[in-house]
C-alpha cells in the first residue's frame, strides 16, 4: 500500500492581495517540503476538477451560482475582508473539491493505504451559502457527504485540528448524523464559533477550545480525554482530517505553541483511529498555516507518518 498525494498546479493559480497571508508561497514551501523528502511509498496524483454533483451535497446551487459569477477576468475582487478570488481562484476550487473526491475513491477502493491533499484555497469556513476566511467550497464536508452517499459508508469521522474553528463544516454537517465532527481550536479567535455548547443537530458534532498559548502537553490532554473517547463510541468507517498547521508556535495569526513533533503525535494519533475501525482509511487536506517554514515542516511530518503507515500498516 501508498500513500497518495493529490495536488494540482491549478492550486498555484489562485491569488491574493499582496500581504495576504493565504498565498501562493504555502503551496510552493509544501512542495519543497515534499521535494526534499524520500518518495518511497508516495504517489503523486492530480486532482482532477471536482463536479457540481459532489459540492451540491453540501452547498446550494445559488452558493455554486455566486461564487462562479464572482470570479473576475483580472485582478483580484474582495468576497468579503478576507476572501479573495482571482481568474484562477475558481479552477483552483473546483480541484481542491475533485482532489478530496478523488482521495476518497482510491483509498475506500484499496488503491492507497491514505492520502494527503495539497491545494489552496482551503475549504474548512466555507459555511452553506457563505465564502468566508479564505475558504470558497468546504471540501472536507463534501468529502464526507461523498463518501457516505457514493460509497455507502454509514459513519464517517472529521477532525480538525486547525488553530481557528471549523465553522463552515460544522455548518454543513450540523444535521447529518453519519458523521462526527471534532475541533480542537483556539479560543477566543477567529471565527468566534466553536463552543462547546454547539453540538449539531445529533450531538454530533464535539468541539474542543483550547486557552492562547497552549502547548503539546495540553493538546494530548485534551485529546486523550474528549477527542479520542469521542472517536471510539463513534468507531468511524473513514478518518478525515482537516490539517491546519497554523497551531503551530510560529505562526502570525494565533497563539498556540504546537510544533512538529506535536503534528506528529496527533496524526499517529488519529492513524490508529484509523486502524482500529477503519481498516487504515485516512484522507487529510490542507487547511492553514501560515508561518512558511513552519507549514513545510509540519506538513513534513504529518506526511511522514501518512506514509510510514502506507508503507508499514
Known amino acids: 500500500m501508498t500513500t497518495a498525494l493529490i495536488t494540482h498546479p491549478d492550486g498555484l493559480q489562485h491569488i491574493t492581495p499582496p500581504g495576504h497571508p493565504e498565498r501562493v508561497d504555502r503551496l510552493m514551501a509544501i512542495y519543497a517540503a515534499i521535494d526534499g523528502m524520500d518518495q518511497t511509498g508516495l504517489r503523486r496524483v492530480e486532482a482532477p476538477m471536482g463536479t457540481d454533483e459532489a459540492i451540491l451535497r453540501c452547498h446550494p446551487q445559488s452558493h455554486i451560482d455566486a461564487v462562479t459569477e464572482a470570479a473576475p477576468a483580472e485582478g483580484t475582487v474582495a468576497l468579503d475582508a478576507d476572501t479573495h478570488m482571482s ?8 480541484r481542491g473539491v475533485g482532489a478530496m473526491t478523488t482521495a476518497v475513491d482510491i483509498v475506500i477502493k484499496g488503491d492507497v493505504q491514505n492520502a494527503f491533499a495539497a491545494m489552496r484555497p482551503p475549504g474548512h469556513h466555507a459555511e452553506k451559502t457563505t465564502p468566508m476566511g479564505f475558504c470558497l467550497f468546504g ?10 452517499d457514493v460509497h455507502g459508508l454509514e459513519r464517517v469521522a472529521i477532525v480538525d485540528f486547525d ?7 460544522q455548518d454543513l454537517l450540523w444535521d ?6 471534532i475541533s480542537s481550536h483556539q479560543m477566543p479567535l477567529y471565527p468566534g464559533s466553536g463552543a462547546p455548547s454547539e453540538r449539531g443537530a445529533h450531538e454530533n458534532i464535539l468541539n474542543v477550545p483550547l486557552d492562547p498559548h497552549t502547548g503539546g502537553v495540553e493538546l494530548r490532554l485534551a485529546y486523550e480525554r474528549m477527542v479520542f473517547p469521542a472517536l471510539d463510541e463513534f468507531k468511524p468507517q473513514l478518518v478525515l482530517i482537516s490539517a491546519g498547521f497554523d497551531a503551530h508556535r510560529n505562526d502570525p495569526l494565533a497563539n498556540l505553541n504546537w510544533d512538529e ?11 490508529d483511529v484509523a486502524d482500529t475501525y477503519a481498516q487504515g482509511r485516512v484522507v487529510s487536506t490542507l487547511e492553514g498555516g501560515y508561518d512558511l517554514d513552519g507549514l513545510a515542516a509540519s506538513t513534513r511530518a504529518h506526511l511522514q507518518v501518512l506514509i510510514q503507515r502506507g508503507t508499514h500498516g
Open 87 to 94: 481568474p484562477g481562484s475558481l479552477r483552483a476550487a473546483y
Open 139 to 148: 471540501n472536507i464536508a463534501i468529502a464526507a457527504k461523498h463518501a457516505l
Open 163 to 169: 488553530v481557528h474553528h471549523g465553522n463552515g463544516t
Open 176 to 181: 447529518e448524523e453519519r458523521t462526527l465532527f
Open 261 to 271: 513533533a506535536d503534528f506528529t503525535w496527533v496524526t499517529e494519533q488519529l492513524c
